[in-house]
């Protein structure tokens, strides 16, 4: 089992950029795929990044394909989502999770392990 804390959020203008933080407690972190998903107002939550058990695969949604950049640091059970070039399109509470299937077979579903959140307002 794993235990995920987002951190990172915040107000920021358009063009800013924002790096979000994903504790991860345990010692089975390099085990689980890592993704980032966020849910704005009124929407369905959607997958925006993800990467793989040692960090040499990456996938990213067309949103965020050239801004966001996903990485890992299984040393300190850390996942990161840098964030630049933002719009105000991308406000909306962002999630971290972890699923210990292969980053080709993560299903990001109920089994998966998800955080909390952290909100990202990006002002016009």
């Known amino acids: 089992q794993v235990q995920l804390v987002e951190s990172g959020g915040g107000l920021m203008q358009a063009g800013g950029s924002l790096r979000l933080s994903c504790a991860a407690s345990?010692?089975?972190?390099?085990?689980?795929?890592m993704g980032w998903f966020r849910q704005a107002p009124g929407k369905d939550r959607e997958f925006v990044a993800a990467?793989?058990?040692?960090?040499?695969?990456?996938n990213y949604a067309n949103s965020a394909k050239g801004r966001f950049t996903i990485s890992r640091d299984n040393g300190k059970n850390m996942v990161y989502l840098q964030m630049n070039s933002l719009k105000p399109e991308d406000t909306a509470v962002y999630y971290c999770?972890?699923?210990?299937?292969?980053?080709?077979?993560?299903?990001?579903?109920?089994?998966?392990?998800w955080g909390q959140g952290t909100q990202v307002t990006v002002s016009s």
């Open positions: 999770a972890a699923d210990q299937r292969a980053l080709s077979k993560a299903r990001w579903g109920i089994d998966s392990y």
């Open positions: 345990g010692r089975t972190f390099s085990t689980y795929a």
């Open positions: 990467i793989s058990r040692n960090g040499t695969n990456t």
